[in-house]
C-alpha cells in the first residue's frame, strides 16, 4: 500500500503538541509552573503586607489568584508560539514537500525530497490517530506523520495497519487548548 501526501506546518505543529500533551513530565512542569508563578506573587504580597504597602499587598494577591485561573491557558499558547518557531526553523524545507510512504510486508518505506529510507515494521510501537493525522510510533522514540488531507483510502490504510499487528491508539477526541 502506497501512501501520497504534503506535510504543512499545521500538520507538525499537531505532532509536537500532540507529543507534549502525552509526554507526563510536561504535565509536571507545567503544573510546578503554576504554583511556583502563584507562590512567587504570594510571597512579594506578603512582604509588601508586612511593610505596610496594602495596595501593592492586594495587587499581587489578585496576581497570585489570576496566575492559578489563567496559566494553563497562557502556557499552552506560550508553547504553540514557541514550537511554531522551532518548526519554521527545523522543517522549512519539508513543509509542503510530497512524501511517499510504502507499507510492505516486513518494511515502511518513506520517500521525500532528500531520499528515500526503510524502516523494519517491527520497530513500529504503534500509531496514535487525532483528527487530523496519524503518528507512527517508532521503538527509537521518533515519529513518522501521515497528514490525513488529501488521502482517500483511510480505511484502507487502518486495515492495512491492522493486518500487519500495529496498534492504532485513537485519540479522535484531542485538541491542545
Known amino acids: 500500500m502506497k501512501l501520497e501526501f504534503?506535510?504543512?506546518?499545521?500538520d507538525f505543529l499537531e505532532y509536537h503538541l500532540f507529543s507534549i500533551s502525552d509526554n507526563k513530565?510536561?504535565?509536571?512542569?507545567?503544573?510546578?509552573?503554576?504554583?511556583?508563578?502563584?507562590?512567587?506573587f504570594i510571597y512579594f504580597g506578603l512582604n509588601l503586607y508586612n511593610?505596610?504597602?496594602i495596595e501593592l499587598a492586594i495587587l499581587f494577591g489578585v496576581l497570585a489568584i489570576l496566575s492559578v485561573l489563567f496559566f494553563?491557558?497562557?502556557?499552552?499558547?506560550?508553547?504553540?508560539?514557541?514550537?511554531?518557531?522551532?518548526?519554521?526553523?527545523?522543517?522549512?524545507?519539508?513543509?509542503?514537500e510530497k512524501e511517499t510512504m510504502e507499507f510492505t510486508s516486513d518494511y515502511l518505506i518513506t520517500e521525500d525530497k532528500t531520499g528515500q529510507g526503510?524502516?523494519?515494521?517491527?520497530?513500529?510501537?504503534?500509531v496514535n490517530e487525532i483528527p487530523n493525522n496519524?503518528?507512527?510510533?517508532?521503538?527509537?522514540?521518533?515519529?513518522?506523520?501521515?497528514?490525513k488531507k488529501g488521502l482517500k483510502n483511510l480505511d484502507q490504510l487502518k486495515e492495512k495497519l491492522e493486518a500487519l499487528n500495529i496498534p492504532i491508539i485513537e485519540h479522535l477526541n484531542w485538541e491542545w487548548n
Not at 6 to 10: G, N, V
Open 6 to 10: 504534503i506535510l504543512d506546518e499545521k
Open 25 to 40: 513530565n510536561a504535565k509536571k512542569i507545567e503544573r510546578i509552573g503554576k504554583f511556583v508563578l502563584a507562590g512567587f
Open 51 to 53: 511593610s505596610d504597602n
Open 72 to 96: 494553563n491557558k497562557f502556557y499552552k499558547s506560550r508553547m504553540i508560539k514557541h514550537q511554531s518557531k522551532i518548526i519554521k526553523n527545523s522543517y522549512s524545507k519539508r513543509i509542503g
Open 118 to 126: 526503510k524502516t523494519k515494521l517491527s520497530e513500529i510501537e504503534c
Open 134 to 147: 496519524f503518528f507512527i510510533k517508532l521503538s527509537n522514540g521518533s515519529s513518522f506523520i501521515i497528514s
